[in-house]
């Protein structure tokens, strides 16, 4: 549990990240009801909640259950939350997209976190999208303070509305810590809850009704956002930096050759990079734009710079409603700065002297890269002839054990979002796919359903233009050829396994699992079932008896779901034991239909896992063959003349003693 | 503008970076500081690379430093070190680095080389490096998981950004109850450490002979 924000005394001032902001500002403001599913940046946001007093604050299977529960909440007319990643809001998108058609009773806010730059995220999606898609007002913090705020101002904006408000952090928002005072918690009354099935039922003809009231609401929002404090203009107080040839303008309200439009932590990164020598337009309240005062404030400068980070999603409006600055000359915004990646001051810079805003020339290389035409990113690897230290599997992860089976299988593995998707990495290199929450199981499924077809056009001898593209298929893989690749001559039949993660199974699996029951494939599921939600930090979930609020639950153990499912082969097995897992998964590819194999080891960073004796290397035995370096363990160490085991970080699971043909890997004071 | 102070914390995901920089960072809250700090979880928990960023003064904009504006560096692995000493000032600035070294995996696979020389490539101009065995202090302090506080007590005398007793104050209330003493009693040998460090030359403190 992070620092409960809720035992601190209001009007103090303390260090808050972004998220302890925001769960602090939704509490200040009386909310009631939160649900999410963990996921980086966000996951700090309910666990902060869940410590303050007065919430009812859980962990959703997923985030269209965390979302459809805070919609239920402020149907009951109380303030409620729901926080995600950015890639939940895609699950949660279907019923967001029609609770603006509805609106709501206490206020409703979607806390979205996005990842730009990606640093625990499969895509860098830019959530602001999802702002005019949907068709709900956004608020953009770019510091600690404002996310206090804004969390609690975004609740009355609902309900001012009468629309949900999405809150988008970004990464470092939410895991930047600044200064925040604190406030007091005030509950509103709650709203009362009257049944309206023409706002809350949305059959087609209340929806079409609905659909056009929800302009009349956006009209209100744009009105809102014109006057909200939340936009600001900050006038420069100097000159310094002035472009040669820029008309001067220089008077009593300071430099007016440039003007920036900027929202979120880019605003942060622009003042770093531009200081004085600019003025800005920061937007807080990013959907609907207040583009009149946009407009107002450009015909007040020379040139316009538009600095956010990811998309041109400001920019591009700008231009649609025609603002210009006073010289006429277009707004400068993705032209000088990167679309990819997060933005930094030096990225600004480097844009601001691009454009010609600020005197210098950029450094070439750097400049190619921020315009996306290099992949090298420099912020991201400043000394690249250094040996990369990327995550891994940690010392005693039941993951390995699992992997370094499920590698010797021939299969194609498809895989899924958690700890264990780091065993794509080499050495163990078992994963052929990974695409979201959930997608092993369907994937694999639709990957054994072309298998099948492929092989009845073998079979009827009419498949000369399938056999080509098998050809090139088998060519493209050539060269990551399996120690024991199972493919059966030229029929296309390679297992299919996928694995999936035990909160990533609660989260989005059953689902997918249930249509390999129903439409009959034989891919092998494989639950590596470590007790826990592990990438995130050790967050319950359905299967581990015990809630977010540390209320007791019922255990759901997935081969209970498994059988209820009438998946006919079902077994449990410890990874641990890889003779015992390697045979129950041949059984389980041998059985010809759907299988679930759930591999059940709990993850050795909870507390209640003791580690066993660590094992050493027998430096007499050992020959320096390091084969048993290729089971990728931090613990076991190449010296350059012979193999180590640190005895600091090994968890004694024994994993590596079977790769030794030395017999050289013993436990601690164990002699041959 | 004025001047802004920029920490960097560099370590192996694990070693307490994280806890190092809070504790720093509130710190500097109470001094009066504006101050903001910046890490990255999620991924990089997993034994992978991970820093923090920590910057203060008297009016704080982005939570983090770029390459070419570090005052100091702290990093918790030699080979860390040397991946983000492109961050410290070209001119003068501050290293103090762990003696220790946790060989990432390609190391340990045999596909990679751990550099040669770490101490040796920190140098720079007007630049003081400093080799502390947070180890060997952890240890003398009786608990071999406090190293990142005898760290931060090296760094907290170079600092010279607050007393002993602010630094003490602020961990007795920061880390897990049991470890209040062994805590104190680590920060105490780094900040005794970081006090016997002369200028311009590579040390080697906190090793007891």
Do not use: I, K, M, Q
């Given at each position: 549990m992070t620092e409960a924000a809720a035992a601190l005394a209001p009007r103090v001032t303390v260090l808050l990240s972004g998220n302890e902001a925001v769960a602090r500002g939704a509490w200040e403001a009386g909310v009631l009801v939160a649900s999410a599913y963990p996921g980086t940046p966000s996951t700090e946001i309910l666990e902060n909640l869940a410590a303050m007093e007065g919430v009812s604050a859980e962990w959703a299977p997923n985030e269209k259950v965390a979302y459809e529960t805070a919609f239920g909440g402020c149907l009951a007319g109380v303030r409620s939350l729901a926080a995600m990643k950015h890639v939940g809001v895609n699950v949660a998108a279907d019923p967001l997209f029609t609770s603006v058609y509805t609106g709501v009773n206490g206020g409703l806010v979607l806390i979205s976190a996005d990842d730009p730059g990606m640093h625990s995220s499969q895509n860098e999606q830019d959530n602001r999208r999802y702002a005019p898609f949907a068709r709900l007002p956004m608020l953009e913090p770019a510091d600690s303070a404002e996310a206090r705020d804004m969390a609690t101002l975004a609740f009355q904006l609902s309900e001012d509305l009468g629309l949900p408000v999405m809150l988008r952090l970004t990464t470092r928002v939410s895991h930047s810590k600044s200064l925040v005072e604190l406030g007091e918690r005030r509950v509103p009354a709650p709203k009362a809850y009257r049944k309206d099935p023409a706002k809350y039922v949305m059959v087609p003809a209340n929806a079409r009704v609905r659909r056009v009231d929800l302009e009349r609401r956006l009209e209100r929002a744009r009105a809102a956002a014109e006057a909200s404090p939340l936009n600001r203009v900050e006038w420069a107080s100097g000159s310094e930096h002035r472009a040669a040839g820029a008309t001067s303008s220089a008077g009593a309200a300071g430099a007016r050759h440039l003007g920036v439009i900027t929202a979120g932590i880019a605003y942060q990164y622009a003042r770093e990079a531009l200081g004085d020598g600019a003025s800005y337009f920061k937007v807080g309240m990013t959907y609907p734009l207040p583009i009149e005062r946009i407009r107002e404030f450009a015909a007040q400068v020379d040139d316009v710079l538009i600095v956010e980070e990811l998309d041109p999603y400001m920019e591009e409006a700008i231009a649609a409603a025609g603002v210009r600055p006073r010289s006429g000359r277009p707004a400068v915004g993705k032209a000088v700065l990167p679309a990819i990646g997060e933005l930094s001051p030096a990225r600004v810079r480097r844009g601001a002297q691009l454009a010609g805003f600020l005197p210098g020339l950029p450094d070439p290389v750097a400049a190619r890269a921020d315009a996306g035409e290099t992949a090298v990113v420099p912020e991201a690897d400043p000394a690249p002839a250094l040996p990369d230290r990327p995550p891994v599997l940690c010392p005693g992860c039941p993951h390995r054990a699992a992997f370094w089976v499920l590698r010797r299988l021939g299969a194609v593995i498809t895989g899924d979002i958690g700890c264990y998707t780091l065993g794509a990495a080499p050495p163990l290199s078992a994963m052929d796919s990974c695409i979201c929450m959930g997608a092993s199981i369907t994937v694999g499924h639709g990957f054994a359903k072309a298998q099948e077809r492929l092989r009845a056009l073998h079979a009827v001898g009419e498949a000369n233009e399938a056999n080509e593209a098998n050809e090139a298929d088998k060519a493209d893989k050539a060269d990551e050829?399996?120690?024991?690749?199972?493919?059966?001559?030229?029929?296309?039949s390679k297992p299919v396994i996928a694995v999936i993660g035990d909160s990533t199974f609660f989260h989005s699996g059953i689902t997918g699992l249930m249509n390999v029951v129903y439409n009959q494939s034989d891919v092998v599921t494989v639950v590596l079932d470590n007790r826990t939600t592990g990438m995130t930090g050790h967050q319950p979930n359905p299967g581990t008896g015990v809630t977010l609020q540390g209320v007791g639950a019922p255990v759901l153990q997935p081969e209970d779901i498994a059988r209820a499912l009438r998946v006919p082969f079902v077994e449990v097995v410890d990874p641990n034991d890889a003779a015992a897992f390697e045979d129950t998964l041949r059984r389980a590819l041998g059985s010809g239909g759907p299988a679930v194999v759930v591999a059940r080891a709990p993850c050795v960073l909870l507390r209640s896992v003791k580690p066993k004796k660590p094992y050493r290397v027998d430096a007499a035995a050992c020959n320096a063959c390091r084969a048993c370096t290729r089971i990728g363990c931090p613990a076991i160490m190449f010296t350059g003349t012979r193999v180590e085991i640190d005895r600091s970080l090994c968890r004694g699971c024994a994993a590596c003693v079977a790769l030794c043909r030395q017999n050289a890997i013993r436990e601690e004071g164990v002699d041959l | 503008m004025t001047a802004v102070t920029n920490v960097l914390l560099a370590g192996v995901g694990g070693q307490g970076t994280i806890l190092a920089g809070k504790i720093l960072a509130e710190v500097l809250r109470r001094k009066g500081h504006d101050v903001k700090l910046s890490e990255i979880h999620g991924m990089s928990q997993r034994g992978g690379s991970v820093v923090t960023y920590v910057r203060f003064g008297e009016k704080v904009f982005a939570p983090v430093v770029e390459q070419g504006e570090a005052d100091f560096l702290l990093a918790f692995e030699k080979l860390e070190a040397l991946r983000w000493a492109p961050f410290l000032r070209s001119q003068g600035g501050v290293v103090i680095v762990n003696d220790e070294i946790i060989q990432p995996l390609a190391v340990n696979l045999g596909q990679a080389a751990y550099p040669h020389d770490v101490v040796g490539r920190l140098q720079g101009p007007g630049r003081l490096v400093i080799v502390a065995d947070g180890a060997a202090m952890a240890a003398q302090a009786g608990d071999t998981r406090t190293q990142n506080v005898a760290l931060c007590g090296v760094l907290a005398r170079q600092m010279v950004a607050a007393l002993r007793g602010d630094w003490q104050a602020v961990i007795a209330t920061m880390v897990p109850p049991k470890t209040v003493e062994a805590n104190l009693a680590a920060f105490g040998l780094g900040w005794e450490a970081g006090g016997r460090v002369g200028q311009d030359q590579a040390l080697l403190v906190g090793r007891s002979l």
């Open positions: 050829a399996n120690e024991a690749d199972a493919t059966g001559g030229d029929t296309p | -």
